[in-house]
């Protein structure tokens, strides 16, 4: 059951108010009360938790309704927040601490417009919960319906710059390496997101300067897109395999799809969509996610909610055009139309039988709480004779294919002694793949994200630079193969 939207420990009473109009004060009042319920709910939580998701609905509800006189402008000043002819002085101590989260970036005033988002209202939040002292140009330029007012301003300066792009958002070339450089950068984008995750909160709860740090590197990567890095820090906090499972999974997709044929901008905007398919889960309880044993008939219910979830906060937050939203929606639908949810478009869609395939694959080569972990080879052998009912036979095959003798998830053992994860595989030289470095010569764990292209050769004599010397088991070893993936 949804719990109150206001947090009781919150005075925030009448009393501490002069009225003009009374109706505008009250309005004021909750608007404010809701601001500041949201931020200290999210600060606990998640921003795609469904209480939080809540907050964030009647916070622009209160004020869309205010928005039907026009504009609705509140300053901030030290004795407290002002609309209109209505005065809100001598606020309560959360109320102080709302207004100093606007001074210490410099804002003295906010100003919301017609056609505000729940979006927008997310990023306004994230904005004022920094410490930094200057706002992110590349959140600031995601506020189209908010103004935010300095000191000196009258009226909005010119549109901020935004975070330089990087090659994950560009329209990329159609040449034979477009899809490795996708799966380099979203390595890249995963190390990113570690590094963020070793950051710690300090006491008081307050993100560091290093997470901000790591926050902005983060964003950068992905092109300045606030909404998947959001949703992949959610994912990463909320449930560390299902952080490595989406990620696994996109990297697994953008194999099978260049493989297929796809290059450019069609293989990014299917890569970023596979990456973010399993977001649904960010609703279901830890505690069924991570069940040992058989599911209840009730838990596989709420299990079996995920795509639905997904789709609606991919297509609510205007993530990912269509394509994200129905790879969400549809990745558990066989390719005979079988599975869940039952939809009634035609489910048999190329993107997301392919990221089904991806699915399929990585959640039998990990282990997990309730299963042990298949060798890759297993695996493939398993799809390949469900062909024609769960998959599609024609992307099964192109699969296998692409595997070769050292499929993605092989754990091997190099010449030069190393431990490393295959993670790509060259259409050209199947037996020279790329390998994720686990473990150096001595046995240590790399400080950062290496790897090793098995096709390079040494300048002068000719000769591979390493190679793979035999295959050897993960378990056995202690590696947890689907984290590295």
Same mark, same amino acid.
């Given at each position: #059951?949804?719990?109150n939207?206001?947090?009781p420990? #919150?005075?925030?009473?009448r009393?501490?108010s002069?009225?003009?109009e009374?109706g505008?004060?009250?309005?004021?009042?909750?608007?404010?009360?809701?601001?500041?319920?949201?931020?200290?709910?999210?600060?606990?939580?998640?921003?795609?938790?469904?209480?939080?998701?809540?907050?964030?609905?009647?916070?622009?509800q209160d004020?869309l309704?205010?928005?039907?006189?026009?504009?609705?402008?509140?300053?901030?000043?030290?004795?407290?927040?002002?609309?209109?002819?209505?005065?809100?002085?001598?606020p309560?101590?959360?109320?102080?601490?709302?207004l100093?989260?606007?001074?210490?970036?410099g804002y003295h005033?906010?100003?919301?417009?017609?056609?505000?988002?729940?979006?927008?209202?997310?990023?306004l939040?994230?904005?004022l919960?920094?410490?930094?002292?200057?706002?992110?140009?590349?959140?600031?330029?995601?506020?189209r319906?908010?103004?935010?007012?300095?000191e000196?301003?009258?009226?909005?300066g010119?549109?901020?710059?935004?975070?330089?792009?990087?090659?994950?958002?560009?329209?990329?070339?159609?040449?034979?390496d477009?899809?490795?450089?996708i799966?380099?950068?979203?390595?890249?984008?995963?190390?990113?997101?570690?590094?963020?995750?070793?950051?710690?909160?300090?006491?008081?709860?307050?993100a560091?300067?290093?997470?901000?740090?790591?926050?902005?590197?983060?964003?950068?990567?992905?092109?300045?897109?606030a909404?998947?890095?959001?949703?992949?820090?959610?994912?990463?906090?909320h449930?560390?395999?299902t952080?490595?499972?989406?990620?696994?999974?996109?990297?697994?997709s953008?194999?099978?799809?260049?493989?297929l044929?796809?290059?450019?901008?069609d293989?990014?905007?299917?890569?970023?969509?596979?990456l973010?398919?399993?977001?649904?889960?960010?609703?279901?309880p830890?505690?069924?996610?991570?069940?040992p044993?058989?599911?209840?008939?009730?838990?596989?219910?709420? #299990?079996?909610?995920?795509?639905?979830?997904?789709?609606?906060?991919?297509?609510?937050?205007?993530?990912?055009?269509?394509?994200?939203?129905?790879?969400a929606?549809?990745?558990?639908?066989a390719?005979?139309?079988?599975?869940?949810?039952?939809?009634?478009q035609n489910?048999?869609?190329?993107?997301?039988?392919?990221?089904?395939?991806?699915?399929?694959?990585?959640?039998?080569?990990?282990?997990?709480?309730?299963?042990?972990?298949?060798?890759?080879?297993?695996?493939?052998?398993?799809?390949?004779k469900?062909?024609?009912?769960?998959f599609?036979p024609?992307?099964?095959?192109?699969?296998?294919?692409? #595997?070769?003798?050292?499929?993605?998830?092989?754990?091997?053992?190099?010449?030069?002694?190393r431990?490393?994860?295959?993670?790509?595989?060259?259409?050209?030289?199947?037996?020279?793949?790329?390998?994720?470095?686990?473990?150096d010569?001595?046995?240590?764990?790399?400080?950062?994200?290496?790897?090793?292209e098995?096709?390079?050769?040494?300048?002068?004599?000719?000769?591979?630079?390493?190679?793979?010397?035999?295959?050897i088991?993960?378990v056995?070893?202690?590696?947890?193969?689907?984290?590295?993936?």
């Amino acid at each position: #059951m949804r719990r109150n939207i206001i947090d009781p420990a #919150m005075d925030l009473d009448r009393d501490h108010s002069s009225f003009g109009e009374e109706g505008v004060v009250d309005r004021l009042v909750r608007i404010t009360a809701r601001f500041c319920s949201l931020l200290i709910s999210a600060k606990r939580r998640s921003w795609f938790d469904t209480e939080v998701r809540y907050q964030v609905r009647d916070l622009r509800q209160d004020l869309l309704e205010t928005l039907k006189s026009g504009p609705v402008h509140v300053r901030f000043e030290a004795e407290g927040l002002f609309l209109d002819r209505a005065e809100y002085r001598d606020p309560p101590k959360v109320v102080r601490q709302f207004l100093r989260m606007f001074h210490r970036k410099g804002y003295h005033a906010v100003t919301f417009r017609e056609g505000l988002t729940e979006l927008e209202l997310v990023v306004l939040c994230r904005i004022l919960q920094t410490k930094t002292a200057a706002a992110d140009p590349a959140e600031l330029a995601k506020l189209r319906h908010i103004e935010l007012h300095r000191e000196s301003q009258s009226r909005r300066g010119p549109s901020p710059q935004i975070l330089k792009r990087s090659r994950l958002g560009e329209v990329l070339d159609e040449g034979p390496d477009a899809g490795r450089r996708i799966r380099q950068d979203v390595a890249e984008i995963t190390s990113a997101i570690e590094e963020l995750a070793k950051d710690q909160e300090d006491p008081s709860g307050e993100a560091s300067g290093g997470t901000a740090a790591g926050l902005v590197h983060l964003l950068d990567k992905l092109g300045g897109n606030a909404e998947i890095a959001l949703i992949l820090s959610s994912l990463r906090r909320h449930d560390a395999y299902t952080y490595d499972h989406s990620v696994n999974v996109g990297l697994l997709s953008i194999c099978i799809a260049r493989a297929l044929g796809w290059k450019g901008q069609d293989l990014h905007d299917f890569g970023v969509a596979a990456l973010i398919h399993d977001v649904g889960k960010l609703y279901t309880p830890i505690d069924v996610l991570n069940k040992p044993g058989r599911f209840t008939p009730q838990e596989w219910l709420v #299990m079996k909610r995920h795509p639905r979830d997904g789709y609606e906060i991919l297509r609510e937050g205007g993530v990912g055009g269509d394509l994200a939203p129905n790879i969400a929606l549809k990745h558990h639908i066989a390719y005979d139309g079988t599975g869940y949810p039952q939809v009634h478009q035609n489910p048999v869609e190329d993107g997301a039988q392919i990221v089904r395939i991806a699915d399929v694959y990585d959640a039998f080569t990990t282990i997990r709480p309730y299963r042990n972990q298949a060798r890759p080879t297993e695996v493939l052998e398993m799809l390949r004779k469900q062909g024609g009912a769960n998959f599609n036979p024609e992307f099964i095959e192109v699969f296998c294919e692409v #595997m070769g003798e050292y499929p993605i998830g092989s754990t091997v053992k190099l010449r030069s002694g190393r431990i490393g994860l295959v993670v790509d595989v060259h259409l050209e030289l199947r037996d020279r793949p790329v390998v994720r470095i686990l473990q150096d010569e001595s046995g240590a764990t790399p400080n950062s994200l290496e790897l090793v292209e098995l096709s390079r050769r040494h300048r002068e004599s000719g000769e591979y630079l390493d190679s793979i010397e035999e295959t050897i088991d993960p378990v056995i070893r202690n590696i947890p193969v689907g984290r590295y993936i």
